[in-house]
């Protein structure tokens, strides 16, 4: 799913709406997983006799399944491909292009040094995140006694501060054009709260835990949107969706092995130690981020010509 508010936002809305309107898709996104972060303890109860949990479990599959189908038809009855007219003239040249290879598409994507520069501080950002809200759990309980639901309720905190950074940050790159800019501050405010959670974690203030995690998720999920109009910019005009999945298999791709880094680090030398590995890959990653020209291809075709009305 995430590879797809680019693709749409671009379909759909104009110059001055399009990062506002892919960073909605990445607040509806967030607010899934925080919904379940909320709903899944209520459903799926921790009981003696194991096959309580198994309708526990059922209900709250059952629940994902039904809502899933009634979303499929919606979107197979009510939703259309794109507007009748195209919002900018970068849209009008899109939709008048004939269609291309995929193996052309990423062909060209590789080529692309730029972009695989802002490819390679992408996954670093972004499995960075992965490994420090799997193991979050284990962080927290290591210095809270009995901190189960502080731990949860720190991962949900953490979420939807994502959320309102996502949106904040496609406020100001439709407003601003700034995304080279953009993407600098919020991945060095990601570096910072880093930093600062390994110092405050351990002094047992849980509102200090909360300030700092909110301002993790604003940087975090900011990031997320911004990376990607960034790179939308940067490979016009090949499509959105392609530049945006090739982010996601990215940062999933290298998740693992940071993850699995971290989690060996944690267990091996202690959490100031597997925490200041996480803080060295996002030093990196804004040392990379610096080094990304901005060629803001698809803003200049936005410039070239006001849109006409796409002839079907």
């Known amino acids: 799913m995430l590879p797809v508010p680019p693709a749409l936002a ?22 899934g997983v925080a919904t379940s972060l909320l709903v899944n303890p209520l459903l799926v109860r921790d009981h003696e006799n194991i096959e309580d949990i198994g309708h526990d479990l059922r209900v709250s599959a059952y629940g994902v399944a039904v809502a899933a189908t009634a979303i499929l038809l919606l979107i197979l009855f009510f939703f259309r491909s794109r507007p009748p007219t195209p919002p900018s003239s ?18 060209r994507l590789l080529h692309m040094c730029n972009f695989l520069v802002l ?27 009995n901190g189960e639901e502080f731990a949860g309720t720190v991962g949900l905190v953490l979420i939807i501060g994502g959320t309102v950074g996502a949106v904040i940050c496609g ?5 601003t054009r700034r995304f080279r800019e953009t993407v600098l501050v919020v991945y060095a405010l990601f570096l910072a709260s880093l930093a600062s959670f390994a110092v405050i974690v351990h002094l047992g203030n849980r509102a200090l835990v909360y300030a700092v995690i909110s301002v993790m998720g604003l ?34 791709s290298a998740g693992v092995p940071v993850t ?3 989690g060996w680090l944690l267990e091996a030398a202690g959490h100031g130690w597997a925490h200041a590995a996480l803080c060295a890959q996002l030093a990196a990653g804004l040392v990379l981020t610096a080094c990304v020209s901005p060629d803001l291809r698809r803003t200049r075709a936005y410039q070239r010509r006001p849109p006409h009305t796409l002839v079907q």
Request: glycine letters at 6%.
């Open 10 to 31: 671009f379909i759909w809305f104009g110059p001055k709406e399009v990062s506002t309107a892919c960073s909605l898709g990445f607040f509806g996104y967030q607010i």
């Open 90 to 107: 970068a849209a009008l040249d899109r939709a008048n292009a004939a269609p291309d290879r995929v193996l052309s598409v990423v062909r």
């Open 119 to 145: 490819l390679s501080a992408f996954s670093l950002s972004y499995a960075v995140l992965n490994a420090f809200a799997t193991l979050l759990n284990p962080v927290i309980l290591t210095y809270y006694e």
């Open 171 to 175: 406020f100001i790159l439709d407003r």
């Open 219 to 252: 940087a975090s999920g900011g990031f997320i949107p911004v990376a990607m109009e960034f790179a939308a910019e940067l490979t016009y005009p090949e499509p959105e969706s392609a530049s945006a999945a090739f982010l996601t298999a990215a940062g999933q």
């Open 260 to 262: 699995l880094l971290h």
